[in-house]
């Protein structure tokens, strides 16, 4: 994501930032993680982007998610420190349900549904309506999960 050398983007990130695909969060992030990278050995993953829900930051991330979090939750516990906020990480490599119920917590859900329209395909995510009040912002959760899942996604209480 960054020139570790220079301090400076290079030029797909940097086009990528203009464009919205990575957030200003994203590279502060990416250098909160070279550094602690530098202090500590952490095998490959692949941080992909965040999104910040009601104060807390979700990390969307491919790979070795173990090295990521650390012994113990000990490097998350230092990221959120620095950060000021709570973290959780999304693996990207699950199934859409996976990574649904990773970022909408203790929700139950209780199915995804694909909807086909004729020229897109679009996520149906059905919960509990148990749920429907400990759920904080639905729109924005819909946001983040469209954007980490590439599609149009509603969520729905039943």
Avoid: H, Y
């Avoid at 909807?115 to 149906?124: A, C, I, M, N, Y």
């Avoid at 639905?138 to 980490?148: M, N, P, T, W």
């Amino acid at each position: 994501m960054e020139d570790t050398k220079t301090n400076r983007l290079c030029k797909i990130c940097e086009a990528k930032l203009k464009a919205g695909i990575i957030s200003e969060n994203d590279i502060k992030l990416w250098k909160e993680i070279v550094k602690l990278a530098q202090k500590n050995f952490m095998p490959d993953f692949e941080f992909i982007r965040s999104f910040e829900i009601n104060g807390a930051m979700c990390l969307v991330c491919k790979g070795n998610i173990g090295a990521l979090i650390g012994k113990g939750g000990k490097n998350i516990r230092e990221f959120e420190k620095i950060l000021g906020k709570k973290i959780r990480i999304i693996e990207k490599t699950g199934t859409e349900k996976d990574i649904a119920q990773t970022l909408l917590g203790r929700a139950k859900i209780l199915a995804v549904n694909k909807v086909f329209k004729p020229d897109s395909e679009e996520l149906r995510i059905i919960v509990s309506k148990g749920f429907e009040k400990r759920l904080p912002d639905k729109q924005r959760l819909e946001e983040v999960l469209a954007k980490i899942l590439g599609k149009k996604t509603g969520i729905e209480f039943e």
